[in-house]
């Protein structure tokens, strides 16, 4: 398949790991946050969503936290399995606008 | 799989050439986004339609327009194609209004390619 991205952030973990991506986001007015996965030659696919009025929330394996103090968003994904290699972006949204912004993403390898 | 669909998946064209592509979005969304991803890169947006109209638009020159139809499908249209428009061209469907923010659901994409 095409590849994604060629010249991202890699992080490199073993199977069975937690992994940890994180994302700087831009704009201080930005009130929702999403983070996708991109499998290579597929479109982004929803993983997990958090609002400003919360700092941390929980899904099936990933875990998103949000530091509004430093603008800082993380994705952690515990027992990373082989299927989790992918890219990750973060996207930014405020409420004045239906636009996305996103991160310019990470590429997650899992060894086995 | 997101239920958004994206014709065709691959498309060559060159340069000065106009292309048009085609999204159906997932049952009961209303409204389309498009965006622009270049290898290596995040998607950019380019604009949204609700209910058949533009309803927002990014840092793209006029040559990029859209239409949206009574199904709530849509067109991307380029004119006057330049080789920096190769890319990944990526619809996403939402349905504002029914409390929720709006999660963006992406189709498969299409790439297009300008020599």
């Known amino acids: 398949g095409e590849s994604v991205g060629l010249h991202l952030p890699t992080l490199s973990v073993q199977e069975g790991d937690n992994s940890i991506i994180n994302c700087a986001y831009s704009n201080s007015a930005s009130d929702y946050f999403i983070w996708y996965k991109q499998e290579s030659g597929k479109g982004p696919q929803f993983i997990i969503d958090?609002?400003?009025?919360?700092d941390k929330r929980q899904g099936q394996r990933v875990t998103v936290l949000l530091n509004k103090t430093v603008k800082h968003l993380s994705l952690q994904i515990a027992a990373t399995q082989p299927g989790d290699s992918a890219v990750y972006f973060c996207?930014?949204?405020?409420?004045?606008?239906?636009?996305?912004?996103f991160g310019s993403g990470t590429r997650l390898l899992v060894r086995p | 799989e997101t239920g958004v669909t994206q014709s065709p998946t691959h498309l060559i064209k060159t340069r000065g050439q106009q292309v048009t592509l085609r999204c159906s979005s997932q049952s009961g969304h209303n409204t389309v986004s498009w965006y622009q991803q270049a290898l290596g890169q995040g998607p950019q947006f380019i604009f949204q339609?609700?209910?058949?109209?533009?309803?927002g638009r990014g840092n793209f020159p006029p040559r990029f327009s859209g239409l949206q139809f009574p199904n709530y499908s849509s067109e991307l249209n380029v004119n006057a194609l330049e080789l920096d428009d190769s890319a990944l061209y990526l619809c996403a469907s939402s349905s504002p209004g029914q409390g929720i923010r709006e999660t963006q659901y992406f189709g498969p994409g299409t790439r297009l390619l300008v020599l």
């Open positions: 958090i609002r400003s009025n919360m």
């Open positions: 339609y609700y209910r058949e109209e533009e309803n």
């Open positions: 996207a930014e949204n405020m409420d004045s606008s239906y636009k996305l912004i």
